[in-house]
């Protein structure tokens, strides 16, 4: 036999035995196309796909059929230790798409497709979740509903349309109703601002088809406005943050502004608070009401966009009347800036004037409920501390701390001292602080810990991390120890002058 004829016999059997190789081998799935690029400034790196095509609806949304279907991901954690988490889920923004993670089988799951979103949040039994939808930068939101029951296929209903921008940080958006009733605990209730200064409540669930009946009832009218709304813990009032201009004025002169109560189900408005006269343009603006339904905490100060941004005075307000409204030091308008007490007696408050929050900032707290003098947790005059969070024992409050810097614009400058925020935890009646992130040399490795969130049973905490532009959700024991990561990928936020609004890419269900 020829040595040609020996190449060849060796030769096509291996060709063969490639071929089909290659042809058994997994086929190439085309991924849907991204009309969206990249969260920017600050984001992701790259937009996440799905791992299969998903058929979308007429108007480019996701349907309840598509949403159900869309891909469960790998497990995020190691299975032995997602059950110390119990049954806690996170909603959250990656790529300006809604996405849970289940932090008891450590699963994570796509749920939109097509817009841009922000702010999701769960009701107070979690078996849904709002968030709002953007078609572009300049969109008015549109209110969205998902089920997201873990015994329940995924559907999504749309809400609400052209409803208000809302105002980063300060503005809550939709309020759940905190203690739905005992009587069906299926049906869950929301209130939120809704087009044109309405004020809009609607009926969620019951029967068998939770999500499905989303019955609609104006509460306030268009023209009322509503900015801001917030449910008290008891279920039975709310409270509304309204601004009415002065007909007829081209100037915008706010003719009537405060803070009203109206009982949750409809009824007249009670004026409250307010600090507008006819001499002088001043505001309030609604932060939340204390964990015991008696009081509510807001921010007075100038119709002035500057000098709102560098603060404004902390005032609480007894909802029966029964003493003056009392004004505690100066903060920034910002949700994370402000915190009851679990008893609702004591509120800590992020204090000190300017809108760079790593200046002068300290955790002070105020006594509510009896008189007494403001205990300052911070002390450190060479630390910034901002985002104090109480433990659910009210023992011990969790915070931000990083060094104090003058103001700068430098981006290097603020980078370098972004990088040395770290999560602490102070004992209210002790005082004791410890360092419960950043321990050892990690303090300059290039991360930022931010956002710190205590598990309903005071065992956790949840806080963001930062690795350089990319946000991440960690979660450690409530003595530092044990941290692990829970979600590898979450947008970041904009930054204002050092602070980043968590509250419109992260909600937790604990």
Not at 340 to 362: F, M, Q, Y
Request: proline share 10%; hydrophobic share 40%.
């Amino acid at each position: 036999m020829s040595r040609s004829t020996w190449i060849l016999l060796l030769v096509v059997p291996l060709v063969f035995c490639i071929f089909v190789a290659c042809s058994q081998s997994s086929p190439t799935v085309a991924l849907p196309p991204t009309s969206q690029p990249a969260f920017s400034g600050g984001g992701i790196a790259a937009t996440p796909h799905l791992t299969s095509p998903v058929a979308l609806g007429p108007q480019n949304y996701a349907t309840p059929a598509t949403v159900a279907s869309l891909p469960v991901q790998p497990r995020l954690l190691p299975p032995a230790q997602t059950p110390l988490l119990g049954a806690g889920r996170l909603g959250y923004i990656l790529g300006k798409q809604v996405w849970l993670a289940n932090l008891e089988n450590g699963q994570m799951q796509q749920i939109t497709q097509s817009g841009i979103y922000s702010y999701p949040r769960f009701s107070p039994d979690g078996r849904y979740l709002t968030y709002y939808r953007q078609d572009g930068a300049g969109g008015l939101p549109e209110l969205w509903l998902a089920v997201v029951a873990p015994d329940i296929a995924i559907t999504s209903t749309l809400l609400d349309t052209s409803l208000p921008i809302l105002d980063a940080g300060y503005a809550p958006g939709p309020q759940w109703n905190p203690a739905p009733s005992t009587a069906n605990t299926a049906l869950q209730a929301l209130v939120y601002p809704g087009p044109d200064g309405s004020l809009v409540r609607r009926e969620i669930g019951g029967g068998n088809l939770p999500g499905r009946d989303t019955s609609r009832m104006l509460l306030l009218p268009a023209g009322s406005g509503v900015r801001s709304v917030a449910w008290s813990p008891d279920g039975q009032q709310l409270a509304i943050e309204r601004w009415v201009v002065a007909l007829g004025r081209s100037d915008g002169l706010i003719q009537e502004q405060g803070i009203y109560l109206m009982p949750a189900t409809g009824g007249d408005l009670r004026l409250l608070y307010t600090s507008l006269t006819s001499l002088d343009q001043r505001a309030a603006y609604l932060h939340s009401w204390s964990p015991n339904s008696r009081y509510l905490a807001l921010w007075s100060g100038p119709i002035s966009p500057s000098l709102m941004s560098d603060g404004l005075s902390v005032v609480v307000v007894p909802v029966d009347r029964s003493r003056p409204p009392r004004t505690l030091g100066t903060a920034l308008v910002q949700r994370s800036f402000l915190a009851w007490s679990p008893d609702g007696k004591d509120l800590a408050v992020t204090e000190g004037p300017g809108r760079e929050i790593l200046k002068d900032k300290h955790v002070i707290v105020y006594p509510v409920s009896v008189p007494g003098d403001p205990l300052n947790l911070s002390r450190d005059s060479s630390e910034a501390d901002t985002w104090p969070v109480w433990s659910p024992d009210g023992q011990s409050i969790a915070y931000v701390s990083g060094p104090s810097l003058p103001f700068s614009n430098d981006p290097a400058t603020k980078a370098a001292a972004l990088l040395r925020r770290t999560i602490w935890r102070v004992g209210v009646i002790s005082t004791a602080k410890k360092k419960m992130t950043g321990v050892a040399d990690q303090g300059e490795s290039g991360y930022t810990d931010d956002a710190p969130v205590w598990t309903r049973n005071g065992q956790h905490l949840i806080y963001v991390r930062f690795l350089g532009e990319r946000g991440e959700v960690w979660w450690m024991r409530a003595d530092g120890s044990q941290p692990g990561r829970l979600v590898r990928q979450l947008d970041v936020p904009p930054e204002y002058y050092g602070w980043h609004d968590w509250f419109s890419v992260l909600d937790i269900f604990r």
